[in-house]
């Protein structure tokens, strides 16, 4: 029987090829007595230098083959290299103890990665790789050794590994490597991120997987379902075969549906939209067909600096992204810090639970001015385009009153200077708190759109927190508490004559798009690569056969006797 392994679909598609594993040397060093710190300490200085130049390549190889903005994954490697915190240490212990670099190197280093591993944050936590990255790269350097390369992978294969750092994933040739899987890493890795902008296949935290698979192992990666098959049969290889065959083909032509509408098959008009966090990310967006951006996250722009953005630089940004997609709408999201997204330099108290913490508006109402600068920015860039403004994370009305009111005042400032800005901007909020769906009534009144967070929403709603992997059962989009909420705030927004979107993980769900269309759902906003699927799903809709069948299905029991019911619907297997 064929052997399987199980881990998280981190890049969608197929690849079929024999295994590549990729093992580089893990080098501990032995202490041994520095004759002369001042020569040690010399070669480690050069050591140092030479990784910057090697980083500097990468960063330009891959940005001349992806963008800029992926590019930056190096800016962490180059900051570590740069860190007094880091190297000065490392200088100063092979002095103190008169040692050797290597040993000083991996002892140093050693720390960092225990006290990154160890934080609650999983964004810091992926820092841990950043440094074990830049200590083998100084290692090799300082051994005079070269690192054992993925340009190691000559034919069509499936690397395999225990993790990949931004240095490896940067090597990866798409002409070669058809897929990859690792023991370790997550959705939001740099591998994962990596794969999807090289549309790679792409499975990460297999448990067991270099026990498992030896190189040259003909593998099947099927990085829809999670699943890696050992050694298939021939039976096993020709299906997957044909379902290769079918999802690419099916690839190839949903490009027909770029500048296509949204429409039902009852001719009801829908709008697919873009989650984005960057300015990189608006031309794929376009490309991919987006009728507008349903999410702009514009946390990214405060993070992985070490200070705030300024009016001028975000007004910048702003005025970029409203230009580029004009005269198609966006949605910017005013920040949403806290939770799992931290900013080092505001220096807030630590909590015990961030997640039901000082976060997102909470945080900025607290501190009035990181609202009122944003704020500024994006009145300013209004003129520009299509802008819709949405406050994050609201559980009571008098909330939402404070963040209108610092932006009628800002407002009325800008308009006093002489400042143009424009008459049409929408103003909406995320319903991604129980309390507020179940309040949706009251906030409608107030605001010209709502959109649906569902990944907080689901998390809050079944008490589950989504990086908890012990928990991840609970973590259900179709349970019928959270498509009842979902239905509750649809209904508020149409009686309210308001429109009413979704930009969680859900609106690109190929089971959810049905119940959602049926549901009455206007904008369904979610990654770029999702929207021609999505938009072919739509098309074969019929809303008014579904808003029937979403009022039958609300009434079952269990996430998954909706979900079965919905692929029977569908026509889909099991």
């Excluded at 199980?6 to 202490?31: C, D, H, K, L, N």
């Excluded at 609650?120 to 090799?140: C, P, T």
């Amino acid at each position: 029987m064929t052997d399987r392994l199980q881990g998280i679909a981190a890049s969608s598609g197929y690849a079929i090829a024999p295994a590549f594993r990729y093992s580089p040397e893990s080098f501990v060093p032995e202490r041994t007595a520095a004759g002369d710190p001042a020569a040690e300490t010399q070669r480690f200085r050069a050591a140092v230098a030479a990784a910057g130049e090697e980083l500097e390549t990468l960063r330009a190889l891959t940005e001349s083959r992806l963008d800029a903005k992926k590019a930056e994954i190096f800016e962490a490697q180059l900051m570590f290299l740069e860190d007094p915190e880091l190297i000065d240490a490392i200088v100063e212990l092979i002095a103190a103890e008169r040692i050797n670099a290597e040993f000083a190197l991996h002892q140093v280093a050693g720390q960092f990665i225990d006290i990154l591993s160890g934080m609650d944050n999983e964004l810091l936590r992926e820092r841990a790789s950043d440094v074990r990255d830049v200590e083998r790269r100084l290692m090799n350097r300082l051994r005079g050794v070269g690192g054992a390369e993925l340009g190691g992978v000559t034919e069509p294969s499936i690397v395999l590994a225990d993790d990949l750092t931004p240095s490896d994933t940067a090597q990866l040739d798409p002409e070669r490597v058809c897929g990859f899987m690792t023991e370790k890493g997550s959705r939001t890795s740099h591998s994962a991120i990596m794969a999807r902008s090289l549309e790679i296949p792409a499975i990460v935290g297999v448990s067991g997987a270099l026990a498992a698979v030896r190189t040259g192992d003909l593998l099947i990666l099927d990085a829809l379902e999670g699943r890696i098959l050992i050694n298939p049969d021939e039976a096993e290889l020709a299906d997957y075969r044909e379902k290769k065959r079918l999802y690419d083909e099916r690839r190839a032509a949903l490009r027909r549906l770029v500048d296509e509408p949204t429409v039902t098959s009852d001719g009801v008009r829908l709008e697919l939209a873009a989650n984005i966090g960057d300015i990189e990310d608006v031309q794929k967006a376009l490309d991919n067909g987006a009728e507008a951006i349903g999410l702009f996250r514009t946390e990214f722009l405060y993070m992985g600096r070490p200070s705030l953005p300024g009016e001028e630089e975000q007004f910048q940004v702003y005025k970029y992204v409203l230009d580029k997609m004009n005269p198609k709408p966006v949605v910017i999201r005013t920040l949403d810090i806290g939770g799992d997204k931290e900013l080092p330099y505001l220096k807030l108290p630590d909590e015990e639970n961030p997640f039901l913490g000082l976060r997102a508006l909470r945080l900025c109402l607290r501190h009035e001015e990181l609202l009122r600068t944003q704020l500024r920015a994006l009145l300013r860039a209004s003129v520009y385009g299509r802008l819709r403004i949405m406050f994050p994370m609201i559980a009571v009305r008098e909330e939402l009153l404070a963040a209108k009111r610092i932006w009628a005042e800002e407002r009325a400032r800008l308009k006093a200077e002489g400042t143009p800005v424009a008459d049409d901007i929408e103003i909406g909020m995320m319903i991604e708190v129980p309390a507020a769906a179940l309040a949706a009534d009251a906030f409608a009144a107030e605001v010209d759109f709502f959109s649906i967070g569902t990944n907080d929403l689901i998390q809050y709603t079944m008490a589950a927190d989504r990086m908890n992997q012990e928990v991840a059962y609970l973590y259900q989009p179709l349970h019928p508490s959270v498509l009842r909420l979902i239905a509750m705030v649809i209904d508020a927004a149409q009686s309210a004559g308001i429109w009413v979107g979704m930009c969680g993980e859900m609106a690109g769900d190929e089971l959810a798009i049905p119940l959602l269309a049926g549901l009455g759902l206007h904008e369904f906003s979610m990654s770029a690569g999702s929207i021609l699927p999505a938009r072919e799903l739509i098309g074969r809709l019929s809303q008014r056969e579904w808003a029937e069948t979403a009022e039958r299905l609300l009434r079952l029991h269990s996430a998954q006797e909706i979900a079965d019911a919905v692929r029977q619907q569908l026509g889909m297997g099991e």
